[in-house]
């Protein structure tokens, strides 16, 4: 069992910068991929970033590549989510998850979901 609990959100200016974190609970958490999703008001929630339980490999969805820094320390059971150079189009709720399985990390089909934070952006 892992419990994610997220925090990090607030209201930015365009061209500002947040760090999300999530934070694990549960003794094998450096087993799992950690995962950031968002979901805009009124839209599906998309895929953000992903990395692998050792941190060595990250993916990112094409609109946050080179703006967005997914990383893990393992000791502190946490993930993050640098963002920079923030746009007023990144304004969502923002989700971390985790499961065994690499797979297709941009599917939503995790195991552990924490409950969000909300990332505001303003122009």
């Known amino acids: 069992q892992v419990q994610l609990v997220e925090s990090g959100g607030g209201l930015v200016q365009a061209g500002g910068s947040l760090r999300l974190s999530c934070a694990a609970s549960?003794?094998?958490?450096?087993?799992?991929?950690v995962s950031w999703f968002r979901q805009a008001a009124g839209k599906e929630r998309e895929f953000a970033a992903a990395?692998?339980?050792?941190?060595?490999?990250?993916i990112y969805e094409d609109s946050i590549k080179g703006r967005f820094f997914i990383s893990r320390d393992n000791a502190q059971k946490m993930v993050y989510l640098q963002m920079t150079s923030l746009k007023p189009e990144d304004t969502a709720v923002y989700y971390c998850?985790?499961?065994?399985?690499?797979?297709?990390?941009?599917?939503?089909?995790?195991?552990?979901w924490g409950q969000g934070t909300q990332v505001t952006v303003s122009s």
């Open positions: 998850a985790a499961r065994l399985k690499w797979g297709t990390p941009s599917k939503p089909e995790y195991d552990y």
């Open positions: 549960g003794s094998t958490f450096d087993d799992y991929i």
């Open positions: 990395i692998t339980w050792s941190g060595s490999r990250t």
